[in-house]
DNA sequence: AAGGAAATCAACCGCCCCATG
DNA sequence: ACATGGGGCGGTTGATTTCCT
């Protein structure tokens, strides 16, 4: 049986947005949500198919977009995710707020891939500085309603503080391939945990120099400062929080590859 | 300065999974 | 149990930008 395309073809315009559409579907979410992707761009008066505007709402027009290039932390915990996840762009995004699975996805296949196969430390020595494209009837100009200027964000490896690297010795399975689908909660997990807190959007807000986080971020290590402030760590031992913060199989498997930190004894796939 | 090569990234495509009837 | 529709995901493409000679 062949299933009828997801939108009537004809008539749909297709490749860059234009501003005009961006701010008519923006507007059209921001009043009436998106419960419903395919019918949305017909309400909206779009001439797009239902998953287009899906993919340019969540991947550019979402309000919690971060733009800009990814911090060297960033990039360390992809493909460090990457190792325990494959291409699961989705999962890493997860754990990355404000960046969406196809901008991981691009940044991996462009030069966190070429990275690790050159073996070299810091992809930010010869990468591009990254810059709006300029398009005349381009939503990328669209600066109305995105922040296009990027401010170094604090450290995500900041909740990932005091992680021992010697509790790798969790007893879990090497199976990941279900595990993004995965709802069973009950997974075992009783050696040593710390409850992973979500990101909240203040997380991102907070902005701090190149020079800070050259200070507090070693290139090569996960672990930062004891230093720092305790607020901005918070984790606690509740076993109740740490039922709660793992709503699905992946997120626990994120978590206890990140509470793994550099441990090499990662699954294979 | 010009032109080609390489890199980047937004967007599309098609498949898969899940919810629903 | 099965069919269907919708959403989500990963792979890929192609236009654009930047670099290099």
Redesign the pocket.
């Known amino acids: ?1 062949v ?4 939108c009537e ?1 004809k008539g749909l ?5 234009t501003l005009e559409e961006d701010e008519i579907l923006t507007s059209y979410i921001n009043k009436h949500g ?7 761009p017909k309400h909206a008066g779009l001439l ?5 505007c ?3 709402w ?3 027009l979402r309000p919690d977009i971060k ?1 800009g ?1 990814f911090t060297n932390e960033e990039e360390e915990i992809i493909i460090k995710m990457h190792e325990l ?1 494959g ?5 890493m ?2 754990k990355l707020p404000g960046r969406t ?3 991981i ?3 991996w ?3 966190l891939k ?1 990275r690790l196969l050159n073996n070299q430390p810091n ?1 930010n020595t ?6 709006q ?3 005349s009837s ?3 100009s669209n600066s109305s309603t995105l922040t296009q200027s990027y401010e170094p964000s604090n450290s995500p490896s900041n909740y990932f503080h005091e992680i021992e690297t010697t509790s790798s010795n969790s007893t879990f399975s090497s199976d990941f391939s279900s595990q ?2 995965n709802k069973d909660n009950s997974i075992n997990c009783e050696d040593s945990f710390v409850t992973m807190p979500e990101i909240d959007e203040s997380f991102w807000s907070e902005t701090i120099t190149d020079d800070e986080i050259s200070s507090t971020m070693p290139t090569n290590s996960m672990t930062i400062s004891n230093e720092l402030p305790n607020q901005q760590y918070p984790f606690n031992n509740s076993v109740e929080n740490f039922q709660n913060t793992f709503d699905d199989g992946m997120d626990f498997w994120v978590d206890v590859f990140i509470r793994s930190g550099e441990s090499t004894e990662l699954p294979e796939f």
């Open positions: 049986m299933r009828a395309p997801c073809k315009k297709k490749g860059q947005w998106h419960s419903n992707w395919r019918a949305l797009r198919c239902g998953k287009s899906r993919l340019r969540i991947n550019y733009r290039n996840l291409n699961r762009w989705s999962g995004a997860a699975d196809n901008e996805k691009n940044v296949h462009t030069h070429k992809s010869k990468k591009r500085v990254s810059k494209k300029i398009k381009n939503s990328n993004g689908k």
